[in-house]
């Protein structure tokens, strides 16, 4: 198969109104045989997927997970008319088709977002399951979107250790929710108004395990296009030690016309009792879900045909070619 660029960026305007352009890369990191991550980066869909597993089923089942996300519908048509409830029921059927493929021996995390609108005005719809992340920068303010579902955040919220602690747990790697590992694989939504100036960066944890959040924020809130913001944070992964594949999406928001309110939280899940890590979103049981024929991941590159990105090109809107440095 031939390769397929590793880091590319588009304009995904849709329509008068909300303009969004994005960047996007992945790279293997200096200490692993492969890359498992996957990602999808088409309007509306932008998300991350960490495989895990070894001997490739890591990269298996990040693969399923996107071109499943793939089938949704708003991809081929460009409306922003997902809901959590629909999203949830493609990772349904993505964690049956890992499980199917693999065995439950493999899983994978999934964090992004998908561009939906309310009301005539649009929200980032972010999603997460597992520890892999979504940030936003809005109004000269950098806060993580996602709460990790990993053990060491769990003694974080418990009080037991700091965050600084939990960069360097032993068991920092080990998620409590994942697609396809048979354990519990409902994901956690929030629902935020986009404001003028967004600027949202998704990643694995090859990204966060070795850059700070300072330190991101510092890329993300000076080098202006998102392609060299995502070139930016790589590069910065590697530099620090690039112990894990790292992969990155950052998606900018201009012309909005928004008069939504404050941030929304989802509700939790029908039917479930109330504790800590529950999922924010309710979900039905009626939306089908037809992904017999898994399709190409538009603007996405599985891990299998991506090269490192530090030796592919970018390619943006006008068909320029530029080395990555």
């Known amino acids: 198969m031939n390769p397929q660029p590793a880091a590319a960026t588009?304009?995904?305007?849709?329509?008068?109104?909300?303009?969004?352009?994005?960047?996007?890369?992945?790279?293997?990191?200096?200490?692993?045989?492969?890359?498992?991550?996957?990602?999808?980066?088409?309007?509306?869909?932008?998300?991350?997927?960490?495989g895990m597993g070894g001997h490739e089923a890591g990269e298996i089942a990040s693969g399923i997970?996107?071109?499943t996300l793939a089938g949704m519908p708003q991809l081929a048509t460009g409306e922003r008319t997902a809901t959590?409830?629909?999203?949830?029921?493609?990772?349904?059927s993505a964690d049956e088709r890992i499980r199917t493929a693999t065995g439950s021996r493999a899983g994978t995390t999934l964090s992004g977002v998908v561009v939906v609108e309310q009301m005539?005005?649009?929200?980032?719809?972010?999603?997460?399951?597992?520890?892999?992340?979504?940030?936003?920068?809005?109004?000269?303010?950098?806060?993580?979107?996602?709460?990790?579902?990993?053990?060491?955040?769990?003694?974080?919220d418990a009080g037991e250790i700091t965050r600084e602690q939990a960069a360097v747990?032993?068991?920092?790697?080990?998620?409590?929710?994942?697609l396809g590992t048979g354990d519990e694989t409902e994901?956690?939504?929030?629902?935020?108004?986009?404001?003028?100036?967004?600027?949202?960066?998704?990643?694995?944890?090859g990204l966060n395990a070795e850059l700070t959040d300072d330190h991101m924020f510092r890329i993300l809130s000076t080098v202006g296009h998102p392609q060299d913001a995502v070139d930016a944070l790589i590069q910065a992964a590697l530099r620090s030690g690039g112990?894990?594949?790292?992969?990155?999406?950052?998606?900018?928001?201009k012309n909005v016309m928004n008069d939504a309110g404050t941030d929304t939280a989802p509700r939790p899940a029908a039917g479930v009792e109330d504790e800590d890590t529950l999922p924010r979103a309710q979900v039905p049981d009626s939306t089908e879900v037809d992904t017999e024929e898994l399709p190409e991941a538009p603007g996405a590159v599985l891990p299998a045909d991506a090269p490192d990105s530090a030796n592919d090109s970018v390619t943006d809107t006008e068909g320029r070619h530029d080395g990555l440095k």
Do not use: K
């Not at 200096?30 to 990602?39: G, V």
């Not at 747990?169 to 409590?176: A, E, K």
């Not at 994901?187 to 944890?205: F, H, K, N, Q, T």
């Open 120 to 156: 005539g005005a649009p929200y980032w719809l972010v999603m997460n399951i597992g520890d892999s992340r979504t940030y936003r920068l809005s109004q000269g303010e950098f806060a993580q979107v996602t709460v990790d579902h990993s053990e060491v955040q769990e003694l974080v």
């Open 84 to 92: 959590a409830a629909v999203v949830q029921q493609y990772l349904v």
């Open 65 to 67: 997970c996107v071109r």
């Open 10 to 50: 588009s304009a995904t305007g849709r329509e008068p109104g909300l303009q969004l352009s994005c960047g996007y890369g992945t790279d293997r990191g200096l200490r692993r045989e492969l890359n498992e991550d996957s990602f999808i980066a088409s309007d509306p869909v932008f998300a991350v997927a960490d």
């Open 187 to 205: 994901a956690d939504y929030w629902l935020l108004p986009v404001e003028e100036g967004d600027r949202i960066m998704i990643c694995s944890d």
């Open 169 to 178: 747990h032993p068991r920092r790697h080990v998620v409590t929710r994942a």
């Open 243 to 253: 112990r894990d594949n790292v992969t990155v999406i950052v998606v900018d928001a």
